[in-house]
């Protein structure tokens, strides 16, 4: 499908409208430029025609319909072969422009360095010239007096050229700087793909969409430094070329004396084809810019579908969903919805992400609404406080005590939200404003539903902090986000929630971004506050050992549609629906997986000396340790564990063994082989003995590369194997994970997640490494999803008996698959010993409490986990 109609299609509107009009007008000037000679009934120098001079500033007449010009030549004629004239000055400034600019943002995006700092301040240096003034100069320059047509229309391309390369370096060095940064481009280095090919197949690839925008607004903006060239004097020699600014110049006497022609249509050539370039470059960006899309829901089709087809082999033969939602109790609610639906409007049609719900939260209740991705929990609670997009079509009802809530006004919403009813948001780090302080933000959301003097709303402020377990709440108060932890910019929102003492709290997710010591504390502060104050809780999450701690009813969602709802000790006990069942036993529970035994007698793969790695600091700030005095080993067939939370070192650790960090000192062998310490072209060879899986599978494959290219691209670099061999080789990898050889022809975005997983894992095995670093791997999956990636995982380690370092924080995970487990804490190995020992008789302090906070999915057992932990996770903040 060509560019025109799919984004035709992909407008709407007056987008649509603006769009054509843009394109119509565009496309009317390219066919006059081409069709010129044709088209104009003189030359456009032409003053007489037979003989018969045509006469000066004749007004528009049969033989003239424009008239004519102070110097007798036809202005209907001038200004159609003005139009060739600026076709072929803006063809040639914008394809010079992009051959020049965007070769040097690419290499100087991606090198850095001295290069990257001295092109900037050049390309600086040239953007902040006057362009009109910078064209002029450079026109002087390069035109050395030529008169010919060639000579003058190349003149003043470049001289237009030299004001965009700028422009064209900025945006691909910007966007190349952020791609870079990319897992798909470290994996294609962990592989040994040279930089020419990182550049063009994994980079340009992905930052040229930009270019259709650029190029047609550029377009416009060339127009008018043409015009203005010719208008001063500077442009093509007037007897070379017809160029509307040169006539614009001459034309001004003549708007004095009433002779309006010779200007007006001139000038009517510039505005709409300027109009029309805008309107096509500004439609385009709209149009493809993925955040101005309408969208129905988080998840892709193929995750759907995965998803649909398990539950489909589920509850084939089985009783209707109907059947398996618990009658509980009536109380009074504090929050009542009732056959609530919501349908979004997207590009491809409309998505139906609610069906019908129904469920109530009582007052000291906590509710807990859980599913895998796409199944409407979070729909479901933005609909409740009016957060959905202006795409969302929104039914049923949604009750406040006995005030309806669905079809209110976001003004008479904005009394009730934070005041009546509150939201803790699932990113602590997007949901507070980066340039306020905390207590600013806790201040205003109280000013805005009570009359309270500032100095009141702050002292409240700093009780809040207190009550939520801020340490120093009195100096934290003036502190901005950026100051603060995750688990204490959490305890931040938390206070912004309970500020006015809502009667009803939704948490959408409120610990998945945070380690597992400080998800523990954020949920004992949860109930507290429950207890404390009596507030309803909406607990959403797909966490279901939070669920077992926390819920007193559970809601299971698939698609939109509760399939079951009970009491939250019934549910784990008893499940009654199929999908809740297959839900639960897909979750890992810590210490009851009987995980693989030692393989001390196998041949050492992996060994780690004293690795220290270090990061530079800041404006003179003392470099940061992120890997402390480091040593371990792996041997072949042996998963190690390595754990610890978010800052630790873990995933430091994984990506220098690979080459993708340089180490500060100490050791890496592989093999045999030191790999710690070379140059990329060293360690090309050395590549191929060792793979990597990347925790995110959409980030770590290239979205424009098929899949049969994703995994064929560490054999076309690293074997000499024929292009036969190497779609053979690429269909029995897509057999051993399962997919199948037709998926070799589909993009990443046409799989589901775990699919997608599958992918990444096959690529990284298409070398028979001998080492393979699976940095989180799972930790985006699904849990269902998850469950069978580590099957799939553990089935292929048992066979090819690759040596494994498993980067994770999940504990349980790592319970079912490692041989032996390392914990870091601070860039420092704290604990290294048998996966039984470590998890089932930690000896070090920090391993015991990383355990105790690991919640499981068995309310009874976690009853009793939380009883005997005691007040050993109370200082985690």
């Given at each position: ?793 553990t089935e292929l380690q048992q066979r090819l008996q690759f040596a494994c370092l498993f980067i994770s924080h999940d504990l349980a995970v790592v319970d079912t698959l490692a041989n032996r487990v390392a914990v870091m804490q601070h860039g420092r190995l704290v604990e290294i010993g048998p996966r039984d020992q470590v998890l089932g ?37």
């Amino acid at each position: 499908m060509t560019l025109v109609p799919t984004v035709v299609r992909q407008s709407h509107g007056l987008q649509r409208f603006m769009l054509l009009l843009g394109f119509g007008l565009v496309v009317l000037f390219v066919f006059l430029a081409i069709f010129a000679p044709w088209l104009a009934p003189y030359g456009f120098n032409a003053d007489r025609s037979g003989g018969v001079v045509f006469g000066t500033q004749q007004s528009p007449s049969a033989d003239h319909w424009f008239g004519t010009t102070v110097g007798g030549t036809d202005v209907l004629s001038r200004v159609i072969f003005g139009a060739r004239t600026a076709v072929e000055v803006i063809i040639l400034a914008v394809v010079l422009s992009g051959l020049i600019g965007v070769p040097l943002g690419l290499v100087s995006g991606y090198l850095g360095g001295w290069l990257d700092r001295v092109l900037v301040l050049v390309m600086d240096a040239l953007y902040a010239f006057p362009s009109l003034l910078l064209a002029i100069v450079v026109s002087i320059v390069v035109s050395g007096g030529s008169s010919g047509a060639v000579g003058g229309i190349l003149a003043a391309a470049l001289s237009i050229t030299v004001v965009f390369v700028p422009q064209y370096y900025r945006v691909i060095r910007n966007a190349t700087l952020s791609v870079k940064a990319e897992p798909y481009v470290d994996a294609a280095k962990v592989v040994g793909v040279k930089t020419p090919r990182i550049l063009t197949k994994h980079i340009f690839s992905n930052v040229s969409s930009s270019l259709p925008v650029i190029g047609t607004l550029n377009a416009s903006e060339a127009i008018l430094t043409l015009a203005g060239l010719g208008f001063l004097g500077f442009g093509i020699e007037p007897s070379a070329a017809a160029e509307w600014g040169y006539d614009l110049n001459k034309a001004l006497p003549d708007a004095s004396s009433g002779i309006w022609w010779t200007g007006i249509f001139p000038g009517l050539a510039i505005v709409l084809i300027v109009l029309g370039a805008t309107l096509v470059g500004e439609s385009l960006n709209d149009i493809l810019n993925p955040l101005l899309r309408t969208r129905g829901a988080d998840t892709s089709e193929a995750d759907q579908a995965e998803i649909e087809q398990e539950y489909e082999e589920l509850t084939a033969g089985t009783t209707p969903v109907e059947g398996t939602l618990e009658v509980v109790e009536k109380k009074v609610a504090a929050l009542s919805l009732t056959d609530l639906a919501v349908t979004f409007r997207t590009d491809a049609g409309q998505v139906r992400a609610v069906n019908g719900i129904s469920f109530d939260v009582a007052p000291g209740e906590v509710v807990a609404v859980v599913g895998e991705s796409g199944s409407g929990k979070s729909v479901s609670s933005r609909a409740v406080l009016g957060l959905l997009p202006s795409t969302a079509e929104v039914g049923g009802s949604a009750r406040l005590g006995t005030r309806e809530l669905l079809g209110l006004s976001n003004s008479s919403l904005q009394p009730i939200r934070g005041d009546q009813v509150s939201m803790v948001f699932q990113e602590p780090s997007t949901a507070l404003n980066p340039v306020y302080t905390v207590g600013w933000q806790i201040i205003e959301g109280l000013q805005a539903h009570q009359k309270v003097s500032k100095k009141a709303a702050r002292a409240r402020a700093v009780e809040l902090l207190e009550l939520v377990g801020m340490p120093d709440p009195q100096e934290r108060v003036d502190y901005y986000p950026h100051q603060l932890s995750g688990g204490q910019k959490q305890r931040v929102v938390i206070a912004m929630a309970i500020a006015c003492d809502p009667d009803v709290i939704i948490a959408d997710e409120p610990t998945t971004a945070l380690d597992v010591t400080v998800q523990a504390a954020i949920l004992e502060l949860l109930l507290s506050l429950r207890d404390r104050l009596g507030t309803a809780i909406v607990l959403i999450t797909h966490n279901m050992g939070v669920v077992a701690d926390m819920a007193d009813r559970v809601v299971v969602m698939y698609r939109g549609t509760i399939v079951e709802q009970a009491p939250a000790r019934q549910l784990f006990a008893a499940p009654r629906h199929p999908y809740t069942r297959a839900l639960l036993d897909a979750v890992p529970h810590l210490g009851q997986a009987e995980g693989p035994g030692l393989v001390d007698d196998n041949e050492l793969v992996l060994r780690v000396d004293d690795l220290v790695v270090e990061f530079p600091g800041k404006f003179g700030q003392p470099a940061f340790r992120a890997v402390d005095h480091v040593s371990l080993e792996v041997r072949k067939g042996e998963v190690l564990g390595l754990v610890g939370e978010s800052g630790s070192g873990k995933s430091t650790i994984g990506r220098t063994t690979v080459g993708l960090q340089q180490p500060t000192s100490g050791t890496i062998h592989v093999s045999g082989n030191q790999v710690s310490g070379l140059s990329d072209r060293q360690l090309r060879p050395l590549r191929s003995r060792f793979g990597f899986v990347f925790q995110d599978p959409a980030s770590s494959l290239n979205p424009r590369m098929s899949i049969g290219q994703c995994i064929a691209e560490p054999l076309h670099v690293q074997t000499e194997m024929s292009q036969a061999e190497i779609d053979a080789k690429v269909r029995s990898l897509l057999d051993s994970v399962e997919l199948g050889g037709a998926y070799a022809e589909r993009f990443p975005h046409e799989l589901s997640g775990g699919q997608r997983q599958r992918v990444s894992l096959a690529r990284a095995l298409s070398l028979d490494p001998d080492l393979l670093i699976a940095d989180e791997p799972t930790s985006a999956l699904d849990v269902s999803v998850q469950a069978r990636v580590l099957e799939l995982f553990t089935e292929l380690q048992q066979r090819l008996q690759f040596a494994c370092l498993f980067i994770s924080h999940d504990l349980a995970v790592v319970d079912t698959l490692a041989n032996r487990v390392a914990v870091m804490q601070h860039g420092r190995l704290v604990e290294i010993g048998p996966r039984d020992q470590v998890l089932g008789n930690p000896q070090e302090d920090y391993t015991k409490r990383l355990i105790a906070a690991v919640p499981v999915p068995d309310p009874e057992e976690q009853a009793r986990r939380r009883a005997e932990r005691g007040a050993l996770l109370t200082d985690i903040s």
